[in-house]
Each structure stands twice: as C-alpha cells, then as structure tokens.
C-alpha cells in the first residue's frame, strides 16, 4: 500500500475534545474510515483534559463533569480503534487544510511536541473540524508578569499535573466558567483570595427562560455556591482587576467596582495583596482558522467571538466540511458533544438529527446566548489601559503604539493595525491580542460590520500552527501567501 | 488514582533535580519555584506560564538542545535537559 492510500479516509476529524471525540465515534460506528488528529497527546481536548494516561492508566475524573460521558465516548472510541475504523493521530498538529480538485480534504501534520510524526499528510472525503477554542484576555497593566495566566490555563495545569501553579489566587473576567477554576484551585489547596466577576448576576433576570431550559446548569452552580461556602471564597460581582503589581511577578493586585458599562467608581479600590497567581478569563475564542482558511462562512456570535456558520446537520456552506463545539459558537461542553454527535453521522453517512437531538442543541444555544447577553465583555475595559500597558505581548506593542496608529496613521482595522504595529506578527499569531486589538481598532467605528471584517481578518492565516522551514519548504506555489 | 509515578531526574541549567512522571516541563518548573524562564526580545521582559495549552507561546524554553519547546506541552522524562533563563 502507498503511503497516500495508506493514510485516506472517509472521515477526518480535527480535534480530540468532547466535539472532536462524539463525531469520532458516530462517524466510525456508522461503518466510515475515520482519523482524528489532535495536539493533546490523549483524547479529552480542553474539558476533559486529564493526567498522562502513561503515568495514570485509570483516571478517576476527580474535579470533573460528565466524567460518565467521557468514558463512555472513549470505550467506543477505543472499540472503534480496536476494529480497524479508526485511526487515531495524538501529539500531532494540523497546520493547515485544503482542497483538491476532487473535493477531497488533504490535511497538512507537524508534530506538536518533539519531532516524530506517523504522517505529514492525510487525505480525507468529509471533514469534521472541532478545534475548540482558548481563553479570551484583555490586555491591562501588569498582565505581562509571569504569575498572570489563563483561567483555563490554571484549569488545565491542574487537571493535567495534579499540583498548582502557585499558593494564592486571584480569578477574575466574566462569565460562569470562573466558578470551576475556583473550585479546582480550592479542592487542590490552593487560597482563592477572590473571584471578581465583572456582570451583575441580576444580568441573567431577563434570560431565566432560556437558564431554565438546562436545568443542570443550576445543579452545578449549586455545587459550586457549596464548595465556595466551604472554602469562603469572596465572589465579587460588578468588580475587576484595575492592575496587576510585581517587580519581576505578580505580587498583589487592585480591584475596583465598575458601573453598568465597566466604568471603574471611585472610592472603590482595594488592594489585594500576597497574591502569586492571577488567573484571567473573559470567555472564549473560537479557532476558527482552518475553517475560515476553507472559505466557511462566519459570523458574530453573542458574544463578540468570530464563529462559523453551520446548519442543521453541522454542515458548513463548504461542501463535505463539517463544524462541532466551540467553533459554532462557545456554549461548553455537553453542546459540544451533542453537536459532535450530529456532525459525525452527517459526515458518514448523511444522517439527520433526531427532532430530540434537535430541540436539545437549541435549548444549549439559547442558554449559551443568555449566557454571552448576561457576562458580556465591560464596554469600557480600555478605560484600564495606560499608554505603556502592553497589548501585543510577543512583539511588545504598547497600548499607546496602538492609539496613536489609529487616531493618527489612520489604521482602524486589526489588518491595517498588524501591518503598521506588528500586532498579531508574533509567535502566536495574534491569538492572545486578536480580540483586543480588533476592538481598539475599530473603536468608535458605528457600523457593525467593520467589527466582523476586522476579527475574520485576524483569523485569516496562511498556517495554523508555527513551522519549521522544512515543514515550509513541502508547500508549493498554490499556497496562499502571508495576508 | 492508585498508582505511584515514578520518580526521576531532570536537569534545570544543568542542575539535577527530582521529579515524577507525568507532569509537564512547565509544572516541574514551577514547583521549583520558578515562574519565568524565558526574556522578551525588544524589552528582556521575564515570562513563563500564560495560557497554559500551547497557544501563546509565551513559555518557550530549550529542551535537550532544542530551542523554542513550550514548557506547558512538554511531559517531563528521565535525564531530561531543560535550560532557559532562570536561576536554578
Ligand atoms: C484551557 C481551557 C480549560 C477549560 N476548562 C473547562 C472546565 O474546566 N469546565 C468547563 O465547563 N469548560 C472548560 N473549558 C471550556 C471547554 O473546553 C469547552 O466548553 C469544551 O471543551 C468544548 O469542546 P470542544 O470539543 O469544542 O473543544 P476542546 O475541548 O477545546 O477540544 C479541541 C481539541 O482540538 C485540538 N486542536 C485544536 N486545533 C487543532 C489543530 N490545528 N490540529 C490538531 N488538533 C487541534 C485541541 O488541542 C483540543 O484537544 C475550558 C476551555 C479551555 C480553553
Ligand atoms: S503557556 Fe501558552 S504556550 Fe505554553
């Protein structure tokens, strides 16, 4: 058998987390030839993620929902790798995705960690892309020092390592998401000085139609409201950090109440001080860029973030090119396994979703909409910003660089911004800055459609991932150049 | 979870430390207390952690001679060489 031959399949799917995995096992077990490529070096993706499976064969889902999900979506999985219907690619990257003539999708692979790889290339009839997403930041003083992470990133290091990144917390941004990073850091020991929710929670009055659509949210927020009483961890709302303070760390940082709008109120700063982890989480952002890079359709979601468009059977307006989780639209987990669930048997086999399947992922999109309405991103968060605050953090573009670009050379999209700034010219592409700087772009701009032009743009790259020159020698002339 | 990870060395700036299997590059550098080990280019600003699953590249640090590994992707093994900008 040739290599080509070796490595094409009915069904490829990108991504190994709840979407990934679901529309894995209904693609495989509707008799198609599936792969699946992901980073992550076990099946999980970001919600499921778990310690090395070399080290610990049997995980207990300790500090996990839907753990009885995960173990019943792996066994098939595991069944459908032992039946010869799936193959399965870990530790391996897709940097980028085309078509061929034929309509086949030819996926491109570099090793995420190391350099050993089963395959440069897989060639695929269907694709199914569930690339998920990464935390939303916004820039602000102080958020460079080392002890400044991710939410999700303190999330993950927990769940991967079974130890914390530090002794003393503080979790601030918005949304629900920031209630299970304080109790994973309480169950694992660590102090969570605060949690500063930026909402009101009397946001969520006018949606409790849509919360009580998905009455396990309300369970888990139960859960949650006991382990925070257990561990007397202040939830704050209407309350951000103004500024992160360290000489070469985080030290200690300031809060202050804010209006409606995000405004700081004077009179309400407060310092916290002995603080060594500052964990950040503004939602999501969908990576899109594979599928954007197809020619998918997007659009702005609730939101902010740039998702894409699909239909009923999680068919995008690229023929063959299926989409699940996240990169429809951030609404966790359990829609990104429904949604992956669909988009398996669409991808095999054409199968629609039952009217149960139906009504169950539009009652997740209308509790993830409330959601979005009810923790939006503060309209004013850039009142934070000093001149020197950095908003670029692998170039180092200052928020002043990027003011004095707009308001004097004009540059009142992110593209213009990254060509006059280097905004988003770094390592990671602008995955951290993107949104920010898509917002301070088009500051002031009244049509709504600048604002979706500027974030398409900063999803529009040539490569997903950073390559090695060998790795970009393999591209021929076709290849789209550096927008 | 039952089992015992093994314990094994690592070298941090070619100092021996004890760890065990089944964290990654980044955790076993923070255990140490280090928080950053790499410098910025323009402003040789310190960084470590930031995202912690691979995206923003803030975390890059030499392993076993390669430079630019994201410490936060990287699981940790035996006689493994990790060398950035760090006090050890
Ligand atoms: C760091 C982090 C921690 C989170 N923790 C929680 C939590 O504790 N509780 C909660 O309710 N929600 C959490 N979330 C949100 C949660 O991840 C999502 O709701 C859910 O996982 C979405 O599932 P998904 O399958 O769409 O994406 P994911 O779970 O993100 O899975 C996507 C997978 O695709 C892989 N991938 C992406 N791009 C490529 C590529 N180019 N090539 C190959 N593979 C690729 C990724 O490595 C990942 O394994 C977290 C999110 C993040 C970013
Ligand atoms: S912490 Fe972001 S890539 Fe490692």
Sequence with gaps: MSAHEEFAFDVAVIGAGPAGLSAAVAAAERGAKVVVCDTGTQPGGQFWRHRPESVFPEPDGHGHHGWKTYLDLRARFDAAISRGLLRYLPNTQVWMTEREDAGRFVLRLTPATGTAIEAATVRAAKLVSCTGGYDRQLPLPGWELPGVMAAGGIQAFIKANGTLPGKRFVVAGTGPFLLPVAANIAEAGGKVVAVCESASLANWLPHLGAASGVPGKALEGAEYAGIFAKHRIRYRTRTVVTEVLGESSAKSVRIAKVDADGAVIAGTEQLLEDVDVVGFGWGFTPQVELAVALGATTRIDADGSLVCVVDGQQASNVPGLYLAGEVTGVGGAVLAVAEGLVAGAAAANGEAPSAGTARQIQRHRRFAGAMHRAHPVPEKWDDLLADDTLVCRCEEVSHGEVVHARVELGATDARTMKSFTRTGMGWCQGKVCGFAVSCLSTKGADDAGTEQASLAAFAKRPVAAPLTLGEISTLDSRQPQDS | ?88
């Design chain 2, 1 to 88: 979870m039952s089992t015992t990870p093994q314990r094994i060395t690592v070298t941090l700036n070619s100092k021996p430390v004890g760890t065990e299997q089944g964290r990654s590059v980044g955790a076993v550098l923070m255990g140490e207390g280090i928080k950053a080990w790499r410098t910025t280019r323009n402003e040789g600003k310190p960084r470590g952690l930031f995202c912690g699953i691979g995206a923003c590249y803030d975390c890059l640090v030499t392993i076993d001679g390669q430079p630019n590994q994201r410490a936060c992707m990287v699981e940790v093994c035996d006689s493994m060489n990790i060398e950035g900008d760090f006090d050890a």
